[in-house]
Nanobody
Framework: QVQLVESGGGLVQAGDSLRLSCAASGRSFSTRAMGWFRQVPGKEREFVAAISWTALNTYYADSVKDRFTISRDNAKKSVSLQLNRLKPEDTAVYYC?????????????WGQGTQVTVSS
């Protein structure tokens, strides 16, 4: 069974940076795509960024491209999301997801989420 645990969320001001981390359990981490998604109350969960199992391929939502960077460490079974130049509209609960597929689509496993709040 796969478990994903996010950390690193918090309250920051516009223009600040945060680094989110996701720790995974399970044997197959190095052969799974990983991604980050986010959700605002009353809205559907939206895709943010994804990274392939080799880390050679990444893709981002247009809204975060050039500001966010996804990375992974297969030895540590972790994936990170560096959030730079944060905007109030980035406020959301951020979820880590794992998928057997690439492009990853809807994850097979989800974490519990970590709150990011950006004040103006």
């Amino acid at each position: 069974q796969v478990q994903l645990v996010e950390s690193g969320g918090g309250l920051v001001q516009a223009g600040d940076s945060l680094r989110l981390s996701c720790a995974a359990s399970g044997r197959s981490f190095s052969t799974r795509a990983m991604g980050w998604f986010r959700q605002v109350p009353g809205k559907e969960r939206e895709f943010v960024a994804a990274i392939s199992w080799t880390a050679l391929n990444t893709y981002y939502a247009d809204s975060v491209k050039d500001r966010f960077t996804i990375s992974r460490d297969n030895a540590k079974k972790s994936v990170s999301l560096q959030l730079n130049r944060l905007k109030p509209e980035d406020t959301a609960v951020y979820y880590c997801g794992q998928s057997l597929r690439w492009p990853m689509g809807e994850p097979d496993y989800w974490g519990q989420g970590t709150q990011v709040t950006v004040s103006s």
